[in-house]
């Protein structure tokens, strides 16, 4: 019976058990810092804690790690031979984790709400070229305005700054509101006087921006003459009614230039800034490089 006892207290399997990883990193921090207190600081754990842990490792291993003096510590040979290792398998598990962490990020889906018109006519035109340089990205795009939450499924949202959001979203600016008259490029010379509008000018209007024309004349100086005026349900509508010939609408510059590029639309007299910008909100501030950092960099250098 005692030889099976002999047997089995050095076995491979009881000399090859490693000891509790909690303890290892103590020691670790301890050792890298030569210093208890900071280690426990480091580790958020007291100073007994670390102290105790240290002990611990020592009596599990048979060895002193450390040498104590006046109150400071110094490592003994062993002490440096098990803090090169443990420090070097810390760091590969790190590593790992790391890396693990950000395939996980870059293979989740990103849900990115924008507001419908600048969604049209701005962002979905460009998003190819978005694609292209990011195929990596899982991106989502979902229409909406106005309020939201993050709480609903929504990641990132892209919204002008004209209602008030939570104090703790993270804004990050992508450009500011530029608005002005726009119409079909045939009939500007009928409606227009140089640069000015003509009282024959018939004007569009949307229910989501009701105030558009008021606004631009109170910007501009510019007095408003009787005219017949047309409303639509959307933003949107009293734009593509502008490109069909129907009158003038107030149009902001990202969500006509495409327009204007192609030669669908003119602003006689031109753009001015109407106080308001586009924002990219998210929860709290992007990490540098990742997925949310880069679609950042990427508005902001099409806008």
């Known amino acids: 019976m005692s030889s099976d006892h002999i047997r089995e207290s050095s076995s491979p399997i009881r000399q090859s058990r490693l000891p509790s990883l ?30 105790r842990a240290v002990r611990l490792l020592e009596d599990d291993i048979g060895l002193p790690l450390f040498e104590r003096r006046n109150r400071r510590v110094h490592l003994t040979d062993a002490g440096r031979r098990l803090a090169a290792a443990v420090g070097e398998g810390l760091h590969l598990m ?3 984790v790391d890396e693990l962490r950000a395939s996980v990020r870059q293979q989740r889906r990103w849900v990115v709400s924008c507001e419908p018109t600048l969604l049209m006519r701005w962002l979905i035109p460009r998003w190819p070229v978005f694609q292209r340089h ?46 002005g008259p726009v119409c079909r490029p045939a009939l500007a010379a009928d409606w227009f006087d140089g640069d000015t509008l003509g009282a024959s000018a018939p004007r569009l209007h949307s229910q989501t921006r009701p105030g558009a024309w008021n606004h631009w004349a109170g910007l501009t100086g510019q007095h408003l003459p009787p005219a017949t005026e047309q409303h639509f349900e959307h933003f949107y509508f009293s734009l593509q009614a ?5 009158g003038v609408a107030i149009g902001p510059w990202h969500l006509v230039r495409d327009d204007l590029d192609s030669g669908l639309l003119v602003a006689p007299q031109g753009f001015i800034e109407d106080g308001s910008r586009y924002c990219l909100l998210a929860p709290s501030a992007p990490e540098p490089d990742s997925p949310p950092a880069r679609l950042l960099a990427w508005l902001r250098a099409q806008a």
Do not use: K, M
């Open 242 to 246: 502008a490109v069909a010939g129907l």
């Open 94 to 96: 790190r590593a790992a």
């Open 22 to 51: 909690l303890a290892l990193r103590c020691f670790e921090a301890a050792a890298r810092l030569e210093n208890f207190t900071r280690a426990a600081a480091e580790l958020h754990l007291t100073h007994g804690a670390v102290s």
């Open 134 to 179: 990011h195929p990596e990205l899982q991106v989502h795009l979902v229409a909406g305005g106005g309020p939201f939450s993050f709480d609903a499924g929504i990641d990132l949202a892209i919204r002008r700054d004209d209602f008030p959001w939570p104090a703790h979203y993270h804004a990050e600016p992508l450009f500011a509101e530029r608005v």
